[in-house]
């Protein structure tokens, strides 16, 4: 008999290798991983899925877990994860403890387990054996699922489902557990947080830094006070002894729980050790084995990281020069390609179209991988800061220093609107407008050099969005340069309404927009890069067509200025050149800006009519 079920057994295991089961002091391990941020940052770090029903998972999960979806009674596939990538993928329900399921012989016509009872698969064993075929590594079960995590680690529920990067480089890790519920291994702010002490009941610390922390001072039975300093001519092994005997006398057996702190990234270090052995320590030297590696490293992490810079900017140009012939290949593909289709048969056509969309999408590719290679400044950019290199090399960096232009927009939008209602109403100065006006082409200039930059970095703006802050710059320029007279004080309440207004409706479009995308990227159906613009784009279709009214009376407001400046113009007292220089820019902002809107108005309502010709 014992004999059979091994067989059955060894016969199970190997139909389905890559199932395992996931002590929940695993789990807690992998979401706390971390080196300068949290490893939930990175996209194929961790898939955690949650296959309870949909209520549940609303009332409350496990972080960053997703929502496994079923139709027609079948599980689906997370659509925004590459599960072949992923490094842990885990998978849990509400209380599945066990694989026992897998004991079971297919080719067996009985469903009984012999003792009268079914052996029904659970809801994450069950999925879990759909995701092993698509996963290179082991798809873990979580022990115990959703019910025995909550209860033991509380703290790491919530229900927000929907993650921001800046949210997840916001995340602060909880030390790593090395003995379950006993002993953990931390960094010195951890050490220092008071919740974190409350949320893992904390009892005693054993401190090896120079500093003292806010817990426990005082207080020998509870704190054990190592200084060391940080540095390679630091030795730890002479305290070894006295560690040992200060955990030994607190009683592990007793459920007394300790946290190993240091100041300056001895616990940050042993937490990625742990990474590679995160679940295996069951013997009270181990802590101590992780805290010398950590004092002793510090040197040789530095010259491992100029050794990985070195080797980081050799892959870089690889990256370059090979993407730049794979570019030029495609070039000469497409130019054959568009001389052969005229004498193509009809067979080949639909060759021919697939191709071409082929090609459409790896110009796409190389577009993402080329956002994050140091590249050439184009000419705008090295006349105002010359060659540096204005790439950043990181999804978050770039991400923030996006968030961070918007900001500068809204920020200066709001100090526009205000100033030109003071120039308007409270102050008729020229001093104050030429501050004003002054303010407007620091504004507009700076504008232009942070969308290169974000150009650079991979933000797709559309072209006239970016030339037409160009041809702002140059009006504000020469609305400063103009003198006060006769034809000023004619055309300078109206440039001043005017610019109130514009300010207004770009506020109005910021709020929205900021809106419309922040849910949009949510959804997958924009880019990350993707900018707040200054007039109407298709993805605004849905939402803010309320926009619209707004931005065709601020155009025909530029064309009543041009026209206004060009009746100036002719005026037999008008002596000043900025008249005539001021309508051309106006003329040319509103013919830019009216027939972009236009465009994309008119598209979109013949691919709504397209598509419902369609249907």
Same mark, same amino acid.
């Given at each position: 008999?014992?004999?059979?079920?091994?067989?059955?057994?060894?016969?199970?295991?190997?139909?389905?290798?890559?199932?395992?089961?996931?002590?929940?002091?695993?789990?807690?391990?992998?979401?706390?991983?971390?080196?300068?941020?949290?490893?939930?940052?990175?996209?194929?770090?961790?898939?955690?899925?949650?296959?309870?029903?949909?209520?549940?998972?609303?009332?409350?999960?496990?972080?960053?877990?997703?929502?496994?979806?079923?139709?027609?009674?079948?599980?689906?596939?997370?659509?925004?994860?590459?599960?072949?990538?992923?490094?842990?993928?885990?998978?849990?329900?509400?209380?599945?403890?066990?694989?026992?399921?897998?004991?079971?012989?297919?080719?067996?016509?009985?469903?009984?387990?012999?003792?009268?009872?079914?052996?029904?698969?659970?809801?994450?064993?069950?999925?879990?054996?759909?995701?092993?075929?698509?996963?290179?590594?082991?798809?873990?079960?979580?022990?115990?699922?959703?019910?025995?995590?909550?209860?033991?680690?509380?703290?790491?529920?919530?229900?927000?489902?929907?993650?921001?990067?800046?949210?997840?480089?916001?995340?602060?890790?909880?030390?790593?557990?090395?003995?379950?519920?006993?002993?953990?291994?931390?960094?010195?702010?951890?050490?220092?947080?008071?919740?974190?002490?409350?949320?893992?009941?904390?009892?005693?610390?054993?401190?090896?830094?120079?500093?003292?922390?806010?817990?426990?001072?005082?207080?020998?039975?509870?704190?054990?006070?190592?200084?060391?300093?940080?540095?390679?001519?630091?030795?730890?092994?002479?305290?070894?002894?006295?560690?040992?005997?200060?955990?030994?006398?607190?009683? %592990?057996?007793?459920?007394?729980? =300790?946290?190993?702190? !240091?100041?300056?990234?001895?616990? $940050?270090? #042993? @937490?990625?050790?742990? +990474?590679?052995?995160?679940?295996?320590?069951?013997?009270?030297?181990?802590?101590?084995?992780?805290?010398?590696?950590?004092?002793?490293?510090?040197?040789?992490?530095?010259?491992?990281?100029?050794?990985?810079?070195?080797?980081?900017?050799?892959?870089?140009?690889?990256?370059?020069?090979?993407?730049?012939?794979?570019?030029?290949?495609?070039?000469? %593909?497409?130019?054959?390609?568009? =001389?052969?289709?005229? !004498?193509?048969?009809?067979?080949? $056509?639909? #060759? @021919?179209?697939?191709? +071409?969309?082929?090609?459409?999408?790896?110009?796409?590719?190389?577009?993402?991988?080329?956002?994050?290679?140091?590249?050439?400044?184009?000419?705008?950019?090295?006349?105002?800061?010359?060659?540096?290199?204005?790439?950043?090399?990181?999804?978050?960096?770039?991400?923030?220093?996006?968030?961070?232009?918007?900001?500068?927009?809204?920020?200066?939008?709001?100090?526009?609107?205000?100033?030109?209602?003071?120039?308007?109403?409270?102050?008729?100065?020229?001093?104050?407008?030429?501050?004003?006006?002054?303010?407007?082409?620091?504004?507009?200039?700076?504008?232009?050099?942070?969308?290169?930059?974000?150009?650079?970095?991979?933000?797709?703006?559309?072209?006239?969005?970016?030339?037409?802050?160009?041809?702002?710059?140059?009006?504000?320029?020469?609305?400063?340069?103009?003198?006060?007279?006769?034809?000023?004080?004619?055309?300078?309440?109206?440039?001043?309404?005017?610019?109130?207004?514009?300010?207004?409706?770009?506020?109005?479009?910021?709020?929205?927009?900021?809106?419309?995308?922040?849910?949009?990227?949510?959804?997958?159906?924009?880019?990350?890069?993707?900018?707040?613009?200054?007039?109407?784009?298709?993805?605004?279709?849905?939402?803010?067509?309320?926009?619209?009214?707004?931005?065709?009376?601020?155009?025909?407001?530029?064309?009543?200025?041009?026209?206004?400046?060009?009746?100036?113009?002719?005026?037999?007292?008008?002596?000043?050149?900025?008249?005539?220089?001021?309508?051309?820019?106006?003329?040319?902002?509103?013919?830019?800006?009216?027939?972009?809107?236009?465009?994309?108005?008119?598209?979109?309502?013949?691919?709504?009519?397209?598509?419902?010709?369609?249907?």
């Amino acid at each position: 008999m014992m004999l059979w079920r091994g067989c059955r057994e060894l016969k199970s295991l190997r139909r389905m290798p890559g199932l395992l089961l996931c002590e929940p002091t695993e789990l807690y391990n992998i979401l706390n991983q971390a080196t300068k941020l949290s490893r939930l940052t990175e996209p194929n770090y961790l898939c955690l899925l949650d296959v309870r029903s949909k209520w549940e998972y609303d009332e409350s999960h496990v972080i960053t877990a997703l929502l496994v979806k079923k139709k027609n009674s079948e599980y689906l596939l997370p659509e925004s994860v590459d599960l072949e990538c992923v490094k842990y993928c885990v998978v849990y329900d509400n209380n599945t403890s066990t694989l026992e399921i897998l004991l079971k012989d297919d080719d067996d016509d009985s469903d009984s387990n012999g003792d009268g009872k079914d052996l029904v698969p659970r809801a994450a064993i069950e999925y879990g054996r759909i995701l092993t075929r698509l996963t290179r590594h082991p798809v873990y079960i979580l022990k115990g699922g959703y019910e025995r995590f909550s209860g033991t680690y509380h703290f790491l529920r919530t229900q927000k489902i929907i993650w921001m990067p800046q949210e997840l480089d916001a995340f602060q890790p909880y030390p790593i557990e090395i003995m379950p519920g006993k002993v953990f291994i931390g960094n010195f702010s951890q050490a220092c947080d008071p919740k974190i002490q409350k949320d893992l009941k904390i009892k005693a610390h054993v401190n090896v830094s120079m500093d003292t922390g806010p817990f426990f001072a005082g207080d020998a039975d509870k704190l054990l006070h190592i200084r060391i300093e940080d540095s390679p001519e630091a030795q730890i092994l002479p305290f070894l002894r006295h560690m040992c005997h200060f955990i030994e006398v607190l009683g %592990l057996c007793q459920e007394v729980q =300790k946290q190993h702190v !240091s100041k300056s990234g001895i616990g $940050e270090s #042993a @937490a990625g050790m742990g +990474e590679d052995y995160p679940w295996r320590f069951h013997h009270k030297h181990h802590g101590s084995a992780l805290l010398i590696f950590a004092v002793a490293q510090r040197r040789e992490t530095h010259r491992l990281y100029r050794v990985k810079l070195e080797e980081l900017t050799k892959l870089q140009n690889n990256c370059t020069s090979s993407i730049t012939r794979q570019k030029k290949r495609l070039q000469e %593909l497409a130019l054959a390609l568009k =001389k052969c289709k005229p !004498s193509l048969l009809a067979e080949a $056509e639909g #060759a @021919a179209q697939d191709l +071409e969309n082929q090609m459409k999408e790896r110009q796409g590719l190389f577009f993402d991988m080329e956002a994050y290679l140091p590249k050439k400044n184009g000419l705008y950019l090295s006349l105002v800061l010359g060659n540096v290199n204005v790439t950043l090399l990181s999804k978050q960096a770039k991400f923030a220093y996006k968030d961070e232009y918007e900001k500068f927009k809204l920020y200066l939008t709001i100090i526009l609107i205000l100033i030109s209602f003071t120039c308007r109403f409270l102050l008729n100065s020229r001093v104050t407008d030429a501050a004003f006006n002054f303010l407007l082409v620091w504004y507009y200039c700076t504008l232009t050099i942070r969308e290169s930059i974000l150009i650079n970095n991979g933000s797709r703006i559309k072209g006239w969005w970016v030339f037409h802050h160009y041809v702002s710059t140059f009006l504000s320029g020469v609305m400063l340069t103009w003198p006060d007279g006769l034809m000023y004080q004619k055309f300078r309440n109206q440039f001043l309404s005017f610019s109130m207004y514009q300010s207004f409706v770009q506020f109005l479009q910021y709020y929205y927009q900021s809106g419309c995308l922040y849910r949009l990227r949510a959804l997958g159906e924009r880019h990350t890069m993707d900018l707040t613009v200054e007039g109407f784009q298709s993805w605004m279709w849905r939402g803010l067509t309320f926009l619209l009214p707004f931005l065709f009376f601020g155009h025909f407001w530029q064309l009543f200025n041009a026209l206004t400046l060009f009746n100036l113009a002719r005026d037999p007292q008008c002596k000043e050149w900025q008249v005539l220089m001021c309508g051309f820019p106006f003329l040319l902002l509103f013919l830019g800006n009216f027939f972009t809107t236009l465009r994309v108005v008119h598209q979109k309502f013949h691919s709504q009519r397209h598509g419902s010709k369609k249907d």
